[in-house]
């Protein structure tokens, strides 16, 4: 069982080798970008005192340090500005090609540019100015203790793959 850019040994989870967050609200105070997510969401949030517009997602404006953020969407598509095709010596958990994007998210978008994967893309594939748009994918499970219970705390994360044209 193979999952975007997550080590699975014996089909067994090596948990210390995970590099995704938790998502529950007792462990993560912008546990909401990841339940947009899984409604297809793409999101961050914005200072209600003062504007700005923070990614990732905050929980303090960086700006006037309010408390008051609402959440905001993000465009799901934007256009490849830059990016990087790791062919080689790419890090254990992760399979080749790992490529990463400068993406333009537009105009009409409060933040304009922003770093993320992208998955589904074969080597060379990929050009500045390709249209690409947000992939939601599963990755594995994690126990967490919560108040003497163990729960399982299912997560999602994000990329973004190119548009088939």
């Given at each position: 069982m193979a999952v975007l850019g997550i080590?699975?040994?014996?089909?067994k989870y090596p948990v210390t080798m995970d590099m995704w967050p938790l998502q529950a609200k007792e462990f993560n105070r912008i546990?909401?970008?990841y339940e947009h997510l899984r409604e297809g969401r793409f999101t961050t949030t914005r200072c209600r005192t003062c504007g700005h517009v923070a990614y990732p997602p905050?929980?303090?404006?960086?700006?006037c340090y309010s408390e008051d953020l609402e959440w905001i969407d993000l465009p799901k598509r934007g256009k490849v500005l830059n990016f990087t095709e790791e062919v080689?010596?790419?890090p254990l958990g992760f399979e080749s090609p790992l490529i990463h994007a400068w993406i333009d998210l537009g105009?009409?978008?409060p933040i304009k540019r922003i770093l993320s994967?992208?998955?589904n893309c074969p080597v060379g594939k990929l050009q500045e100015g390709s249209e690409v748009q947000l992939v939601v994918f599963e990755v594995p499970s994690h126990p967490i203790e919560v108040k003497k219970d163990t729960k399982w705390v299912e997560r999602v994360f994000f990329a973004f793959e190119p548009v088939e044209k």
């Open positions: 080590p699975i040994l014996e089909d546990y909401k970008f905050r929980v303090i404006c960086p700006e080689r010596g790419v105009e009409g978008s994967r992208i998955i």
